[in-house]
RNA sequence: GCCCACGUAGCUCAGUCGGUAGAGCACGUCUUUGGUAAAGACGAGGUCAUGGGUUCAAGUCCCAUCGUGGGCUCCA
């Protein structure tokens, strides 16, 4: 995403940078063609079109250049030109031609309608010369030449169209010093190292096997164990709520997707269809239609609303392969589902609980930074227009019941009706979209739901779809990352690992063991031949919260020696007193 | 799906100019029975992703397929 000029403190910095590499580029493939290089979060990019594929070695040659270049000092001197003298300036620059035909007509640099401002000017610094808005530094020499780094080579469409040419994206980093740069660069290697993918190996969380197939997971017993934990405790907490629980298979007839409407866009979507005694069925990618059909199992009466089905349903979805990452994009996944159906009367009441909820379980997991984005009718839309501004006034009061910060993405909602997306930031500020509350102006009328009201008369009830979670594949890989796999007590896969110090120790470590599970704690034992320092490393990468030592003196003392992942001796504590202290950390959820 | 890179032991990786496969960790056996982040010795472990091709000879070069990664596009 290009940053904005006005708020970002890099954009000249950044943006001066672009135009450097882009010059270097071109010496090196003075028959190259340049796309467009704008600022970004973090630094730059350029795309070019040349000759042939750049290779990281290619990198290291360009930076050079770069430096030779911001050593020159050359001065950044802006003009403003004709469209003509533009077009004469750029005759042999395909890319900026089009972009110059677009500026003309009042378009900006991608494609979109801009200002009304048609002036077309250029930044020149020593020999190259760009299409440029500005601003920019005062002259290449304001680049700190310690403090740039070409990160990668991607490729990426001419305008962002899948149909246009492949360009190739140099991504480039700057910054004012070069300890700034190495902070990012720091950071960068801190969120490396708290992968999800990294982790869920190194604690064999779960894997992906070639031979089962991409984006399909398998959790391992820590992972599954981790899932059971978040799962029991939100399956609890809606039934505390007002939510059913209910079931649903993972396969269902032709005719029940074709009354969806997903067979007609969706299909492209979902896994290929399976012919079992002359009927096709489809593996399910939603699950709505099977909670509409528990609906529709009866003749509903106003009184019996609202009605809240919710379900940990797994759905499969074909995904394009070069879009599946880890566990946040995969084509198996389990969403925390629900579905309310409810009356025009309860619309706001519905909306607002259901995002108190989804506030209160995210919570729950440690999330607390969170930002809502307010989606609202696009031009293409179904049902009545009425409904959908009963829907946004809802949505809207909700968030500022809430108090929760929100974006309004005006047209933003899908065809069938409004939405609220709740996104969280992790540790490391880096956000995710989990939460979505969605109205469905769609469903209820394909599937002719109703609903006999006050009146003796048939009604259309409300539909509101929601995920809290999310899915649980993409919620356990954001807890992973946000918790760098150090889980709170109440969710760490083993809790304490007893580590006894000789063979001699083990059967009092088991008997302690079997008094740690009986009060509820998950234990685990270190019998391995290794010395003690070697069991409390491995408990230590393993990052279990509590290591109980046990020797001698433990055992005679009825006690264990007490050592967190944090690195602290908290030294001898009795056993039941240990107890009681995990207990007590554990029931906290901290 | 598209561009580029990558795929060698369970894991992390090395492998030069094409000449019969290497390390550390993990694993097994033995010695050691230890006090807060790795004791020592020995051993086993590989159809170099898969399938073709070039070559006297392929982990290495070429092609295809599968998978992974960084992006792009997509995520009604």
């Known amino acids: 995403m290009p940053t904005d000029p006005n708020n970002d403190p890099y954009y000249r910095l950044r943006h001066s940078a672009a135009h450097v590499m882009a010059q270097a580029v071109l010496e090196i493939f003075p028959e190259g063609k340049i796309a467009i290089g704008p600022p970004i979060e973090g630094g730059f990019y350029y795309d070019f079109d040349l000759p042939r594929p750049l290779s990281p070695d290619d990198l290291e040659?360009?930076?050079?250049?770069?430096?030779?270049?911001?050593?020159?000092?050359?001065?950044?001197?802006?003009?403003?030109?004709?469209?003509?003298?533009?077009?004469?300036?750029?005759?042999?620059?395909?890319?900026?031609?089009?972009?110059?035909?677009?500026?003309a007509q009042g378009q900006d640099e991608y494609g979109e309608r801009g200002s009304s401002d048609t002036v077309i000017s250029t930044y020149k610094h020593d020999t190259f010369e760009d299409l440029c808005r500005g601003p920019h530094l005062k002259s290449t020499g304001q680049i700190p030449v310690d403090a740039f780094k070409l990160t990668s080579?991607?490729?990426?469409?001419?305008?962002?169209?899948?149909?246009?040419?492949?360009?190739?994206?140099?991504?480039?980093?700057?910054?004012?010093?070069?300890?700034?740069?190495?902070?990012?660069?720091?950071?960068?290697?801190?969120?490396?190292?708290?992968?999800?993918?990294?982790?869920?190996?190194?604690?064999?969380?779960?894997?992906?096997?070639?031979?089962?197939?991409?984006?399909?997971?398998?959790?391992?017993?820590?992972?599954?164990?981790?899932?059971?934990?978040?799962?029991?405790?939100?399956?609890?907490?809606?039934?505390?709520?007002?939510y059913e629980w209910v079931f649903s298979p993972h396969v269902g007839r032709a005719h029940l997707w074709e009354t969806s409407g997903h067979l007609g866009f969706y299909s492209e979507n979902m896994f290929a269809s399976m012919n079992v005694e002359e009927?096709?069925?489809?593996?399910?990618?939603?699950?709505?239609?099977?909670?509409?059909?528990?609906?529709?199992?009866?003749?509903?009466?106003?009184?019996?609303?609202?009605?809240?089905?919710?379900?940990?349903?797994?759905v499969y979805r074909f995904e394009r392969s070069g879009v599946l990452h880890g566990l946040t994009r995969v084509r198996g996944f389990t969403q925390d589902d629900a579905h309310i159906f409810c009356r025009p009367d309860q619309v706001e009441d519905e909306i607002s609980r259901a995002l108190d909820f989804s506030l209160y379980i995210l919570r729950s997991f440690g999330l607390s930074d969170f930002k809502a984005y307010l989606s609202t009718r696009p031009e293409k839309y179904v049902g009545?227009?009425?409904?959908?501004?009963?829907?946004?006034?809802?949505?809207?009061?909700?968030?500022?019941?809430?108090?929760?910060?929100?974006?309004?993405?005006?047209?933003?909602?899908?065809?069938?009706?409004?939405?609220?997306?709740?996104?969280?930031?992790?540790?490391?500020?880096?956000?995710?979209?989990?939460?979505?509350?969605?109205?469905?102006?769609?469903?209820?009328?394909?599937?002719?739901?109703?609903?006999?009201g006050e009146d003796g008369q048939p009604h259309q009830p409300y539909m509101v779809h929601r995920a809290l979670l999310g899915s649980m594949e993409r919620f356990f890989g954001v807890l992973i990352e946000h918790y760098a796999g150090a889980f709170p007590l109440w969710l760490s896969p083993v809790q304490a690992m007893i580590i006894p110090i000789t063979d001699r120790h083990i059967e009092y470590a088991e008997s302690t063991a079997d008094r740690l599970q009986a009060a509820g704690l998950r234990v685990g034992i270190d019998t391995s031949k290794d010395r003690m320092q070697a069991k409390i490393r491995r408990a230590q990468l393993q990052k279990v919260p509590y290591m109980l030592i046990i020797g001698d003196k433990e055992q005679s003392a009825d006690a264990v020696a007490v050592r967190t992942r944090s690195g602290a001796d908290l030294g001898a504590i009795a056993v039941d007193a240990f107890i009681e202290r995990a207990q007590h950390e554990a029931a906290a959820r901290t």
């Open 279 to 314: 009927e096709e069925y489809y593996v399910k990618p939603m699950n709505c239609p099977f909670h509409i059909q528990i609906y529709k199992s009866h003749l509903r009466s106003y009184r019996d609303l609202p009605l809240r089905y919710a379900e940990n349903g797994t």
């Open 384 to 452: 009545d227009p009425a409904k959908w501004d009963t829907a946004v006034e809802a949505l809207r009061r909700a968030v500022d019941q809430h108090a929760i910060l929100y974006e309004v993405d005006e047209g933003g909602g899908a065809f069938y009706g409004p939405k609220i997306d709740l996104k969280v930031n992790d540790a490391l500020g880096r956000e995710w979209q989990l939460s979505t509350i969605q109205f469905d102006f769609n469903l209820p009328e394909r599937f002719s739901m109703e609903y006999i």
């Open 61 to 103: 040659a360009i930076e050079q250049r770069m430096r030779r270049i911001i050593k020159g000092d050359h001065s950044f001197v802006y003009r403003v030109v004709s469209a003509n003298e533009a077009r004469d300036l750029f005759k042999d620059q395909a890319y900026k031609l089009e972009l110059i035909d677009g500026l």
């Open 153 to 242: 080579i991607a490729g990426a469409y001419w305008r962002g169209d899948e149909h246009r040419p492949m360009l190739q994206r140099i991504y480039g980093t700057v910054w004012n010093s070069k300890d700034e740069l190495d902070a990012y660069l720091w950071k960068l290697e801190e969120a490396r190292k708290r992968d999800h993918r990294r982790l869920g190996k190194e604690l064999d969380l779960f894997s992906v096997s070639e031979d089962v197939g991409p984006g399909l997971i398998l959790w391992h017993p820590k992972g599954a164990r981790i899932r059971v934990i978040a799962e029991d405790f939100c399956r609890q907490a809606h039934l505390d709520n007002g």
